[in-house]
């Protein structure tokens, strides 16, 4: 159900599985916009009796506040407590015993909630998410018993969890203004110490029509489908509240910041944290393209430099965070027993310096354009992933159709891009670099 931080460690060692889609075939998909201002996206696919009823709230943990974060990942749990018309407990039960799971996640920028069912349950699906929207229960019993489960989650996926941590170390010193300098997860205290009425002005605040992209993708016929959103959707009052949203006001980083992290950990980490520009620009594909050239696979030139050839690291990965203000990418490499972490370290920055001074091969860069084309076409298999690219297109861009014109932002990118990101961003002046090491380590 969680996006949360141990997706790092676990990143290390999965590797993306292809599925081959029809990308030439175009998504269609219809919208509108309610006059509450919830914004509707349908994406008919009637090849399985099945539908995605989603919606997607243009809140992270980038829309709280420094002392009280938190907030949005513990909606995520408090919103499955039930409403005026469904008893506590009961929502995932109504899905389940039509068939049916659920889901969400939060993260920095957006907070999703899903149920999938048989297409003959959109109705009830439909009905869920309204109550969900109109009038969850914000209550003193919900609060105390998600505080509960939200603090106790921070200590078993982050806190007591090895190289957990990870990202909240490295955020913490990556970013000194905005508020991606805190984890999703958010504080123990500022949960614990939050009176009811802050949850519910937060709540007030956004999760309201306005503030929400409704996505139904699947075994659906528009016509039907759209009297039944305004339905069960079209009286719910948009919110009043002018919504809390931060500037990308990070100042641009000119000095290298160098700490190290003691941890519960057997083997040493180095992370190297890049300032890039934020999703949908054209040097985000670019530096996302050259993470992948760096660490994809086991031709990559990291994993084969480091790994294959000089067997200093046992894995190597570059992570660009598509986030929706300008973000990060975290090039994390684990020694071999006995390697001292500098000298992996050192390495590493040689193969950063080549990509900078000089340019990859046309080899190079098609096999670049065959991955991503497979990830994209990857990325829209499914029903689910169909909805949340939409969802999430329309949220940051207003443009749910860049699903369809993705690919054609990676393919555009060119050798020269790749060389001029590496110079503009992978430089030692734009990074954090974070030994993490076991805490038998410590003077």
């Known amino acids: 159900m969680k996006n949360r931080i141990k997706f790092l460690a676990v990143l290390l060692l999965s590797v993306m599985a292809v599925t081959v889609w029809g990308q030439a075939n175009k ?20 090849t399985t009796p099945n539908i995605i009823v989603s919606i997607m709230y243009h809140v992270g943990s980038k829309n709280e506040m420094p002392d ?14 039930g409403t005026s018309n469904i008893p506590r407990g009961m929502f995932s039960r109504y899905v389940e015993e039509a068939g049916g799971t659920l889901n969400a996640g939060t993260n920095f920028d957006f907070t999703m909630y899903y149920v999938m069912l048989p297409s003959n349950q959109l109705e009830l699906g439909l009905w869920l998410e309204s109550e969900r929207l109109l009038h969850p229960k914000v209550d003193s019993v919900g609060i105390a018993t998600q505080k509960g489960v939200v603090t106790e989650e921070m200590k078993q996926t982050r806190d007591n969890q090895p190289y957990g941590r ?43 029509p306005n503030n929400a992209v409704l ?19 079209g009286d719910i009052p948009a919110g009043t509240k002018e919504i809390r949203r931060p ?79 300008p973000g990060l990418t975290l ?46 076409v990857n990325s829209n298999t499914t029903i689910s992933s169909r909805a949340m690219n939409l969802a999430q297109n329309y949220t940051f861009f207003k443009d749910a159709n860049r699903i369809n014109t993705t690919l054609d932002k990676y393919l555009s990118v060119t050798r020269e891009d790749l060389q001029k990101v590496a110079n503009e961003y992978f430089r030692e002046n734009n990074r954090v670099v974070l030994y993490f090491l076991p805490k038998s380590q410590m003077n």
């Open 215 to 233: 996505v139904i993708a699947g075994d659906i016929d528009i016509s039907e489908a759209r009297p039944l959103v305004e339905k069960y959707f």
């Open 331 to 376: 090039i994390i490499a684990i020694p071999q027993m006995g390697v001292d972490p500098k000298v992996l370290e050192d390495a590493m920055n040689k193969e950063l310096e080549n990509v900078r001074t000089k340019l990859i091969s046309e080899k190079e860069m098609e096999k670049l354009r065959n991955q991503f084309e497979n990830q994209v």
């Open 68 to 81: 009280r974060t938190g907030f949005a990942h513990f909606f995520e749990h408090l919103m499955f407590e």
């Open 27 to 46: 998504i269609e998909f219809s919208e509108f916009t309610l006059d509450n201002g919830l914004h509707v996206i349908l994406q008919p696919d009637n």
């Open 166 to 208: 990870l990202l909240v170390e490295t955020v913490s010193r990556a970013f000194t203004t905005h508020p991606y300098r805190w984890d999703v997860i958010g504080s123990d205290p500022h949960i614990r110490n939050a009176r009811d009425h802050e949850f519910v002005d937060f709540h007030d605040m956004f999760y309201v």
């Open 247 to 325: 500037l990308p006001n990070e100042p641009k980083r000119t000095v290298e910041v160098r700490d190290t992290v003691y941890d519960n950990i057997q083997l040493p980490m180095i992370i190297q944290a890049y300032h890039i520009p934020g999703s949908g620009t054209n040097d985000y594909y670019a530096t996302e393209m050259l993470g992948s050239l760096l660490s994809e696979g086991k031709s990559s030139r990291l994993y084969k430099s480091l790994v294959d050839e000089q067997r200093l690291a046992l894995q190597v990965a570059a992570v660009p965070l598509g986030y929706e203000q």
